[in-house]
């Protein structure tokens, strides 16, 4: 149960406000003891309101948390939530993007130079792939009944059953074939292939490389499934048309391989593969000066704040309280005007901050102490955590209720999650 609630959860988030997770999503004891506590001290003389039933409501509750959390984390990746470590963060380079990215995990408080890598991309990693048949969309030629087939990915095997009357096509066959898999969400997607006016089911596994001990990244056969077999050899889902393979790349002139594209080097340096090299070409990623690091910084900062800002804007012709939430941050950020202007941080009419990235680098280069050039951030960014907490703890307080009764002071109960329970939120692995 708690899996399918898990997915229900990603479901919904997936369309509200991005998700993704960093180190600053895990939490000691002692820090979730500390948001419950906050909860407990913010709702208990909160007044009682009646519960929000509009839907639209209820996706703008999550999505203004999600997008908080974000700006939390975007100021904690700068360094934000330690003294004197907010815009530290050192910043990598790549001779060729589009063939290889890469960005610093080191430590940021190291004095020590970092040394360059030159990388030579020989192959790219790349997923399993299983082509069946190309067919005509004609009636299907099996009789009415159920038939099961296996998908066996990894140490799982998975067993898939439909129906069939007898009425259906061999395209309608091959799409809810294709939905039954990737609903299932088993680390195989499934598309439709079309050649001539025929169509073929297409099975391509999430993963890459190749398996350790093993060939193949999944199997699907129906030697002994608990259904009528027959799928399996109509489709022609067995028939692998591209093998998984390791990406195979050298460094500094020496050969290695990775079954993902993505790979950490020395545990300074995160790498994505994007693209081979030509032969005797060779990508070249180190460590940016401290000046165009501290640009790169400052840029993230600017981006973070502002797609937040425009998160909150999308909602505003359906809740009335987002205005009220970007005039907060549009207060907090004219409190800095003068001294972003100087530093090529214009703000906008819509309250977001145009980042001139040449004025910006100058202004960095040309100070005898950049820290003490862009120390007014330190101040913003730190108004902008507590904000975004705030948020976090409270979207509700943006969303316009009725309320039902005020509490008697002194003389009530402890209700942490009442936001919760009148927004319909649902809460996951990192609140």
């Known amino acids: 149960m708690g899996a399918a609630l898990a997915a229900v959860y990603n479901h919904y988030l997936a369309s509200y406000a991005p998700k993704g997770l960093t180190r600053f999503d895990a939490h000691k004891s002692s820090e979730l003891r500390s948001i419950y506590n906050s909860m407990v001290k913010l709702n208990k003389e909160a007044p009682w309101y009646l519960p929000t039933t509009n839907q639209e409501t209820k996706q703008y509750v999550v999505a203004l948390k999600e997008n908080a959390r974000q700006l939390h984390n975007t100021i904690a990746l700068l360094g934000g939530l330690e003294e004197g470590g907010l815009l530290s963060k050192k910043s990598a380079f790549s001779s060729n993007p589009e063939l290889v990215t890469a960005?610093?995990?080191?430590?940021?408080?190291?004095?020590?130079?970092?040394?360059?890598?030159?990388?030579?991309?020989?192959?790219?990693?790349?997923?399993?792939?299983?082509?069946?048949?190309?067919?005509?969309?004609?009636?299907?030629?099996?009789?009415?009944?159920?038939?099961?087939?296996?998908?066996?990915?990894?140490?799982?095997?998975?067993?898939?059953?439909?129906?069939?009357?007898?009425?259906?096509?061999?395209?309608?066959?091959?799409?809810?074939?294709?939905?039954?898999?990737?609903?299932?969400?088993?680390?195989?997607?499934?598309?439709?292939?079309?050649?001539?006016?025929?169509?073929?089911?297409?099975?391509?596994?999430?993963?890459?490389?190749?398996?350790?001990?093993?060939?193949?990244?999944?199997?699907?056969?129906?030697?002994?499934?608990?259904?009528?077999?027959?799928?399996?050899?109509?489709?022609?889902?067995?028939?692998?048309?591209?093998?998984?393979?390791?990406?195979?790349?050298?460094?500094?002139?020496?050969?290695?391989?990775?079954?993902?594209?993505?790979?950490?080097?020395?545990?300074?340096?995160?790498?994505n593969l994007k693209g081979v090299t030509s032969e005797a070409e060779s990508v070249r990623i180190g460590l940016k000066t401290d000046i165009d690091s501290l640009t790169d910084n400052i840029t993230q900062l600017m981006g973070g704040y502002n797609a937040f800002l425009r998160a909150a804007a999308s909602f505003q012709n359906t809740q009335a309280k987002s205005s009220q939430l970007i005039h907060e941050f549009e207060g907090i950020a004219s409190d800095y005007e003068s001294s972003m202007k100087s530093s090529g941080l214009n703000l906008t009419p819509?309250?977001?901050?145009?980042?001139?990235?040449?004025?910006?680098?100058?202004?960095?280069?040309?100070?005898?102490?950049?820290?003490?050039?862009?120390?007014?951030?330190?101040?913003?960014?730190?108004?902008?955590?507590?904000?975004?907490?705030?948020?976090?703890?409270?979207?509700?307080?943006?969303?316009?209720?009725?309320?039902?009764?005020?509490?008697n002071p002194g003389h009530n109960f402890i209700s942490p999650y009442n936001a919760a329970v009148y927004s319909g939120m649902m809460f996951n692995g990192y609140c």
Do not use: W
């Open 103 to 271: 960005s610093y995990i080191g430590p940021h408080d190291s004095e020590a130079e970092s040394p360059c890598f030159e990388i030579e991309v020989h192959a790219l990693a790349s997923p399993q792939q299983n082509t069946g048949l190309f067919l005509e969309d004609t009636k299907i030629s099996f009789s009415p009944g159920t038939y099961s087939f296996d998908i066996t990915a990894g140490d799982m095997s998975y067993e898939f059953q439909f129906t069939l009357d007898g009425t259906e096509t061999n395209r309608q066959l091959q799409e809810r074939i294709a939905r039954l898999i990737n609903n299932s969400a088993i680390g195989v997607k499934a598309s439709l292939a079309e050649s001539s006016s025929r169509t073929s089911l297409v099975l391509t596994s999430e993963a890459t490389g190749i398996p350790q001990g093993k060939t193949d990244i999944f199997k699907v056969n129906d030697d002994h499934t608990s259904k009528t077999p027959g799928t399996v050899a109509y489709l022609g889902l067995d028939n692998i048309s591209s093998k998984a393979a390791d990406a195979v790349y050298s460094i500094n002139g020496q050969r290695q391989s990775s079954p993902t594209n993505h790979f950490h080097i020395e545990n300074l340096f995160e790498v």
């Open 350 to 407: 819509d309250g977001t901050v145009q980042v001139n990235r040449q004025l910006l680098h100058e202004t960095a280069g040309q100070s005898p102490d950049a820290a003490q050039t862009f120390a007014f951030l330190k101040s913003f960014c730190s108004r902008l955590l507590r904000k975004s907490n705030q948020i976090s703890l409270n979207p509700m307080q943006y969303v316009e209720k009725k309320v039902v009764a005020y509490k």
